[in-house]
DNA sequence: CAGTGGTCTAGACCACTGG
DNA sequence: CAGTGGTCTAGACCACTGG
């Protein structure tokens, strides 16, 4: 009574965890598994498909499915800046900056941060590394206000969160936590497969005056985790 | 050149934005869907089981899709009640209980509780669900010594946070947040796909006495977001 | 060039829900 | 009972990769 596609999944997955599909290794083509299962190519893609949504194969138009990679583990806590935590951790430390420019706000964006669409905003995307391994992809709009030489700043020298405190004092913060599939762009910049969650933190910050950022941190699932201790 | 499933998302997802597709009313079917933008009713259904995965839409089986509810805010800082949250978002609350017992420590839940191998612990885990969709699996262990009369305990008229208080006052906990991809075990309690996003609290409680539980809470990634107010 | 994945069609039968 | 989503078929044409 199950489902035919799941037991392709099945038969896959079980390859996989015993080794006869490598790491790396190239999966039988969706014909060949239609053929082999007996079922239409579009059963068999559909066990693929949810394979690749899973995170455990990768497809490129043209050249196959192969197995990805297994995923890296480590752990960390966090509250600061980011460039500090990995330091105290015993790693090294660096930023690779991907965009800094000034831009008018679109729809979106001037709902998030209250300004007025086509206003002017800041937008800075950098990725944090650990010994080279991306840990975290931060997408930030700031508004002009307080980001006084914001488009000459050298983001791998200090993080903007250390910059955006240094020109007005952080006050506030609201914070949001989520579980999220990467889009692909954030995929690109962390290098990470499409199937693997992400650790999503939306943050506003505030000074005095109001409103300075709004940023969107992302972590591959795998390589970052948030603790904290509470008393009563 | 883009793909008609895409064209037919985008449309959707317009609707669902400008309110013309209010939260928890029934969109058009595959086959009005189909008809409508004139393409077949797989592609139609395609742009559908996209928007589900992404958490925009909930399916179900001989009744219809539906616009799914704005995702839940959980705090970041307190630890909250599952069933008062739920409750105050308006939702109708219920539990249900898929284990309850007395085991022996293996190795892992010996060094995770710290207590020695084989030693006598309870097991309790539980699905909460809100309007009758699941939104946590609690997974707790917890140290008999803390829990008189808990073999015995209806845990769908008080949840086990609740109970363990009452026995010994919560002094302190240790938090972790992950994003994860559930086991199968997790798919199962949260009726989610093994594709999708969970955003994983693992919790010590400690009362004045020491350790009470070691508790996993996960949530599906497209229901549950944790929210936290900081001032500096 | 043969083979791959990406998209799509126009049907089909089924399990399930609601009135 | 009519309508819904869940699964599946046996084709098709396309863009793309590699040899």
Redesign the pocket.
């Known amino acids: 009574m199950g ?4 037991d392709i999944k099945q038969a896959l997955l079980e390859q996989i965890h015993n080794g006869e599909l490598a790491m790396g290794s190239k ?1 039988p ?4 598994l239609a053929q082999r299962f ?6 068999a ?2 066990a ?1 498909t949810e394979l690749v949504d899973e995170g455990y194969l990768l ?7 192969f197995v990805a990679d297994s995923r890296p583990v480590g752990s960390m806590f966090a509250v600061r800046a980011i460039d500090t935590e990995i330091a105290e951790r015993g790693q090294g430390y660096c930023a690779r900056v991907l965009c800094q420019t000034s831009m008018h706000a679109d729809a979106d964006q001037a709902s998030v941060l209250g300004v007025e669409q086509g206003g002017e905003l800041y937008c800075l995307e950098v990725v944090h590394f650990a010994d080279d391994i991306p840990l975290q992809f931060e997408q930030r709009l700031i508004l002009p206000a307080w980001a006084e030489g914001f488009l000459s700043w050298d983001f791998t020298a200090q993080t903007a969160s250390a910059y955006l405190s240094a020109q007005a004092p952080l006050t506030e913060a609201d914070t949001l936590i989520e579980a999220v599939l990467p889009t692909r762009k954030v995929c690109e910049a962390l290098a990470i497969n499409q199937g693997e969650p992400c650790l999503k933190i939306s943050r506003r910050t505030y000074s005095t005056q109001g409103l300075v950022s709004f940023a969107r941190l992302y972590h591959p699932g795998s390589r970052y985790r948030l603790g904290g201790h509470l008393a009563f």
Not at 3 to 6: G, L, M, N, T
Not at 59 to 65: P, V
């Open positions: 489902a035919r596609f799941a999966t083509s969706e014909n060949q007996g079922v239409s190519r579009m059963t893609r559909r693929v497809r490129m138009q043209g050249a196959g499915t």
